[in-house]
């Protein structure tokens, strides 16, 4: 991977603990038809866009809801929680990001299935902004992860050609998404998505530091 020119983030669940925040908003809105989505249950859904996990969950309970429906009151609960406190960071976040944005032989983007003001509202509570001159986000293309458009896109606002990037996933979805854009992907699994299938990662490492010692 002698090649690697651009450096790709996934926001929740690779630089912010905020995964139990993505499974609580959807466990909320689900409340009031008596349906509680457990964390198991969230397992076959962490990755996924917002957009697609509202589909899913409006037709595996048969809710008989306008799709969005479920959407639009998540990212209303995750907006006020994420403006209320900072999310935790992921080990070695911030030294991976300050290591890839300080080398001059990279270029450093982050590519969440997020929308952007929700991305944008994580990165500055965070002081993370600072380090990503490019920002892809899920409402930036009509299909998010786990299909390859977000991360085709970035590749091109890096001016590089999608082999010469590698993304940290945390997810199936994301791993998926960047392999058929043709970009390389290391996993780092999580409490949500150990369970799901990263046979198509280039490797998989336990945190961040693993990226670092990986490069130096």
Do not use: H
Not at 91 to 120: T, W
């Amino acid at each position: 991977m002698n090649n690697i020119k651009g450096i790709i983030f996934d926001l929740d669940g690779v630089l912010f603990d905020s995964e139990y925040y993505q499974w609580q908003g959807w466990v909320e809105p689900l409340r009031k038809f008596n349906i509680e989505l457990t964390k198991e249950m969230y397992f076959k859904y962490a990755g996924k866009s917002g957009k697609q996990i509202d589909q899913e969950l409006i037709k595996d309970f048969n809710l008989g809801l306008e799709d969005g429906s479920l959407w639009n009151e998540k990212k209303i609960l995750i907006e006020k929680w994420f403006n209320e406190e900072a999310m935790p960071i992921m080990p070695y976040a911030k030294e991976a990001v300050e290591y890839f944005s300080n080398n001059p032989n990279f270029k450093i983007a982050l590519c969440s299935g997020g929308d952007r003001e929700e991305v944008i509202t994580k990165l500055e509570k965070n002081d993370f902004l600072k380090y990503f001159p490019v920002i892809v986000a899920g409402d930036d293309v009509e299909r998010s992860k786990p299909w390859p458009d977000i991360y085709l896109l970035t590749a091109e606002k890096l001016d590089l050609t999608p082999s010469d990037c590698l993304a940290f996933e945390d997810t199936q979805y994301g791993l998926e998404s960047a392999k058929e854009a043709g970009v390389n992907c290391f996993v780092v699994p999580n409490e949500y998505s150990k369970e799901q299938d990263f046979s198509r990662a280039d490797r998989i490492i336990s945190s961040l530091k693993e990226a670092i010692d990986y490069f130096a």
